[in-house]
């Protein structure tokens, strides 16, 4: 019942937590953009990503380490835990300096890297230097701590720390925006944000945790243990190389071709996708830990049923988020900051297909690490990002931004739908492929179904007033929710998580009523 309880914690904390930061991330975004412009809105796209490029020298260190922590924690060993931490914080601290040391090689390449077009003279030095102080401080000031939290099925406590200094920080921001007009200052503020995250969620841990102090003068990791990790870390670099390659790489290459420009309209819609990205996440991440303890009794039949049920919610949110995105992005953007932001339809098609083929694979993935398979066909996301990068080359080049979509979804395609599906159906569920792949089509059907609906009934609105946006919203999403209820009200996980849900509202109810 701990791991039901400490999931539904988590989940609660991470949907509170998006809602809310994505409240305030697109009122700091909208000042930036009144503010400062398109020109440095496409600078913070371009340098986010290039960063987060660099980052992939973490080569899935966390991942493996957290599948560590999860017996130790699981069986109170103090001693253990303070042994898998400590190498967390040594690893971590040489993986700060790693990045620290490539971004600064990276410096004199910046020229070929920005398109100078519209570049208003900027110091685009300063400014990527600010940008690699914020990465290289993540890893090298208390970051590895969080992990404890993950890997206990407690990551609620810190998502509830980010959630108030984000909420400080953001309105610090706005203010710092509207009075100085100031890019360098905004970014300060923003690896302040981090800082203080850090060092908060550190002494938290210290006091939940007093035992990854307490053996100070215990040997190191054995070397047996070291070296899985590293066997471990070998095999999800290639993955995490993957994942910067398909994530990251969109920008780099429309910068180059198309401009800077161009990066910071895309930006939108990637800033608009990632709370998309951040919904699912604040499902499926807080049950990551919990699967890895499963993982150490649960039955083969209790590990398909709770994977099945998820697999359910999984594809539901799915259908509904794919619909929902394709109808009402372009005329939220259009509102929002004008029609000059706006991609064409077949570009917002392309992005729908990439989010959809991505966020299929979130089941798949958290069973698979969850039960430690890391080494399992560990060359394939290098060969689906090698994919994504020279399809979307090609493709940008006849179809324009929607083909650096079209490009991604095809590496995600590879990696995603197919080779995790895999690894994920043989070994831990043992289970046939059809079965997967039949429950994916069906999905498919319905969400081609939904959107078509969904746009033809689009079209009978005129947005003239906000009032007009949010009926169209009301509508559309209202259309979309019951339509998926109406479709699934027989299907049996559906009516399981109704039954959790009323269980949830009669316990609470009764505790309130008392």
């Known amino acids: 019942m701990s791991r039901v309880k400490n999931s539904f914690y988590n989940i609660l904390a991470g949907i509170a937590g998006t809602i809310l930061s994505s409240i305030l991330a697109f009122m700091v975004r909208t000042i930036f953009i009144r503010v400062l412009g398109e020109t440095y809105l496409g600078f913070n796209g371009l340098y986010t990503n290039i960063l987060t490029v660099l980052s992939l020298a973490e080569l899935g260190v966390g991942s493996s380490i957290a599948y560590m922590m999860y017996k130790p924690l699981a069986e109170k060993n103090e001693e253990k835990l303070a042994q898998v931490v400590q190498f967390y914080r040594k690893i971590y601290r040489v993986i700060g300096v790693v990045i620290l040391v490539l971004g600064l ?44 939290l993950v890997a206990d099925q407690k990551v609620y406590i810190s998502n ?46 210290d006091r939940m945790y007093p035992s990854i ?37 969109d920008s780099i290459v429309i910068s180059v071709i198309l401009g800077i420009v161009m990066v910071g309209k895309y930006s939108n819609y990637a800033y608009i996708l990632s709370f998309v990205y951040i919904f699912f996440g604040g499902i499926f991440n807080p049950i990551q830990a919990s699967i890895g303890n499963l993982s150490l009794s649960a039955s083969l039949d209790k590990k398909n049923e709770i994977f099945n049920r998820l697999r359910f919610v999984n594809f539901f949110f799915l259908s509904f988020c794919s619909s929902c995105f394709l109808v009402l992005v372009n005329p939220f953007i259009n509102f929002w900051i004008g029609g ?27 069973f698979r690490l969850g039960e430690g398979y890391f080494r399992d066909y560990h060359f394939s996301p290098l060969i689906a990002g090698v994919l994504n990068l020279v399809a979307s080359v090609i493709l940008v080049n006849n179809i324009g931004i929607a083909g ?42 319905l969400t081609v179904c939904l959107c078509t609906a969904s746009y033809y009934l689009s079209q009978l609105f005129i947005i003239r007033r906000i009032y ?47």
């Open 213 to 249: 102090h307490k053996f100070q003068e215990i040997p190191s990791l054995p070397k047996s243990e070291r070296q899985l990790v590293w066997k471990n870390v070998y095999a999800t670099s290639i993955r995490q190389i993957f994942n910067e390659l398909m994530n990251s790489t």
């Open 105 to 148: 090689c990276l410096v004199p390449f910046l020229p070929l890297i920005v398109n100078f077009e519209n570049t208003e003279n900027l110091n685009y030095i300063a400014l990527y230097l600010l940008y690699l102080a914020d990465t290289v401080s993540t890893y090298l000031f208390f970051a590895y701590k969080r992990g404890v």
């Open 160 to 205: 509830i720390f980010d959630l108030i200094i984000t909420t400080i920080l953001s309105i610090l921001q706005i203010i710092t925006l509207l009075i100085f007009r100031n890019f360098y200052i905004y970014i300060i503020l923003k690896i302040a944000k981090n800082l203080i995250l850090n060092l908060v969620t550190s002494l938290k841990v």
């Open 468 to 514: 007009d946006l949010i009926f169209l919203f009301i509508v559309i999403i209202g259309f979309n929710f019951f339509a998926l209820c109406i479709i699934y009200w027989r299907n049996n996980d559906f009516q399981y998580f109704i039954q959790l849900v009323k269980k949830f509202i009669k316990k609470f109810g009764g505790k309130k009523h008392d």
């Open 404 to 445: 650096v979509f079209v490009g991604t979804m095809i590496g995600f395609g590879f990696q995603f739908v197919i080779v995790d599906t895999i690894v994920t159906y043989k070994k831990v569920l043992r289970r046939p492929l059809s079965e997967f792949y039949l429950k994916w089509l069906q999905t498919i059907v």
């Open 340 to 366: 000059t932001y706006t991609l064409s339809f077949s570009g917002v098609i392309a992005i729908v297909g990439m989010l959809f083929v991505r966020q299929t694979a979130n089941c798949t993935a958290i």
